[in-house]
């Protein structure tokens, strides 16, 4: 079985900083994606990010980056420049693929509020 | 872009009765749909894995009996809490496998797995 662990429960940064959300993971696969999801007061799941364990190459997308140490089972997220609508619960997520090749349900960490102030 | 229906986002009902929760693929078909449950303040639990024509898949210590789920087409899974009890009080999300990118999702960039909007339970 996987486990994610989201050692921050909560954190707090001024708008436009820039913040990193630590998440590690246990798990014996080799072929696997991490996310990071974004849950705002509205409870919607939005993806922020993912990787692809195969990538060596950290993902990026927009202000939002990760870095991946895969030997270390690390999946740091780097939010830059921070804005006030950031603020929202993150969740780190683990799925390894289903059989047959789909999709499997996600694992996710117990997540950080993060708080961006004015 | 693919929406996953979620219907209702709100039910209250008193204990003993059960609740039917609908998850509806609009714009694409689903073969696996996902039911998580999200306490307050906690993380979400993938409770079961529902596949299209065949049984669910429960997580170890999700009762099956209690939560009954149907997938009887591509684009529809239901969740019925049944004998609802205070303890069952929850939100409860589910999301679904985009099929036909389901190859491509391991190669591209773009996830096949949408969300729901949630739909909170309270039993009274």
């Known amino acids: 079985a996987q486990t994610v662990t989201q050692s921050q429960p909560e954190m707090s940064v001024q708008e436009a900083e820039t913040v990193t959300l630590s998440c590690t993971y246990d798990?014996?696969?080799?072929?696997?994606?991490l996310f990071w999801y974004k849950q705002p007061p509205s409870r919607q799941m939005i993806l922020v990010i993912r990787?692809?364990?195969?990538?060596?190459q950290n993902a990026t997308e927009n202000r939002f980056s990760v870095n991946f140490q895969k030997a270390a089972k690390s999946f740091s997220l780097k939010i830059s420049d921070s804005q006030l609508g950031d603020t929202a619960m993150y969740f780190c997520?683990?799925?390894?693929?289903?059989?047959?090749?789909?999709?499997?349900?996600?694992?996710f960490g117990k997540g950080t509020h993060l708080i961006i102030q004015p | 872009g693919a929406v996953v229906s979620q219907h209702p986002s709100r039910v209250i009902c008193k204990s003993g009765t059960s609740v039917k929760i609908e998850c509806r693929s609009l714009?694409?078909?689903?073969?696996?749909m996902f039911w998580y449950r999200q306490f307050p303040k906690q993380s979400l639990m993938l409770m079961a894995t529902?596949?299209?024509?065949?049984?669910?898949?429960?997580e170890q210590g999700v009762e099956k009996d209690k939560f009954l789920i149907n997938h009887a087409s591509l684009t529809l899974s239901t969740l019925t809490v049944t004998s609802a009890h205070p303890e069952d009080s929850s939100f409860y999300i589910c999301?679904?496998?985009?099929?036909?990118?389901?190859?491509?999702?391991?190669?591209?960039?773009?996830?096949?797995?949408?969300f729901g909007n949630g739909t909170r339970l309270t039993v009274t």
């Open positions: 529902s596949n299209e024509g065949s049984k669910a898949t429960y």
């Open positions: 990787q692809e364990a195969y990538k060596q």
């Open positions: 798990t014996s696969e080799n072929n696997y994606y």
């Open positions: 714009d694409f078909q689903a073969t696996t």
């Open positions: 999301s679904a496998n985009d099929r036909d990118r389901t190859d491509l999702f391991w190669g591209s960039y773009n996830s096949p797995l949408h």
């Open positions: 997520a683990f799925m390894k693929p289903g059989s047959g090749g789909g999709a499997d349900g996600l694992t």
